[in-house]
């Protein structure tokens, strides 16, 4: 090897990884999974954040919420699909399409998540990652909001830190990703 190539090769490993690659394992470095592309489904009354007492931090609305999301799943690498519906059908049919052709799923399901076994069970069918999301502590609520359906299959959860919670689990489904690469 030429005394130019030893010296790139040098300044190559002395570099500073980026966050996403800072899990070195024995032989190397974790690489991320580069264009990874997630679900962001959001429950019934999402939209309403911001509106009427819907209050997330201060007066952030349901779109702020989600350029949030976005800007720190682009940071991330991550292609965010962020979406809201009222109706439990089509959380189910936004799952069901995320089968194949997402990495991951992140899941706000709002009352759907003590409620809906129609969701549990769209997500029993998906393989990657699921990061379950609430904006509030649910062990702080009524008795019927205490206990989750969507528990069952996720991943990990992120409660009760309004909308911090929904950026921090962007970041926590970038590292469940890489985790799962390695």
Not at 112 to 140: K, N, W, Y
Request: charged share 20%.
């Amino acid at each position: 090897m030429s005394t130019r190539a030893r010296d790139a090769r040098a300044r190559l490993q002395a570099a500073p990884r980026p966050p996403s690659q800072a899990g070195a394992r024995r032989q190397g470095v974790v690489t991320p999974i580069t264009g990874a592309r997630v679900l962001f489904v959001n429950g019934p009354n999402a939209n309403l954040y911001g509106h009427a007492g819907q209050s997330t931090r201060d007066d952030e609305t349901f779109d702020q919420l989600g350029e949030r999301c976005v800007r720190a799943a682009k940071a991330s690498a991550i292609a965010l699909d962020f979406l809201q519906s009222n109706s439990e059908g089509e959380v189910v049919d936004a799952i069901q399409q995320a089968i194949g052709t997402k990495d991951g799923i992140i899941i706000d399901g709002a009352s759907l998540a003590c409620t809906s076994i129609a969701v549990l069970d769209a997500l029993q069918s998906f393989r990657g990652p699921i990061v379950e999301v609430h904006m509030g502590s649910i062990h702080r609520g009524e008795p019927f909001h205490q206990s989750s359906y969507l528990s069952r299959v996720a991943t990990g959860l992120v409660a009760g830190l309004g909308a911090d919670g929904c950026e921090l689990a962007v970041l926590a489904m970038r590292r469940l990703l890489d985790r799962r690469k390695a």
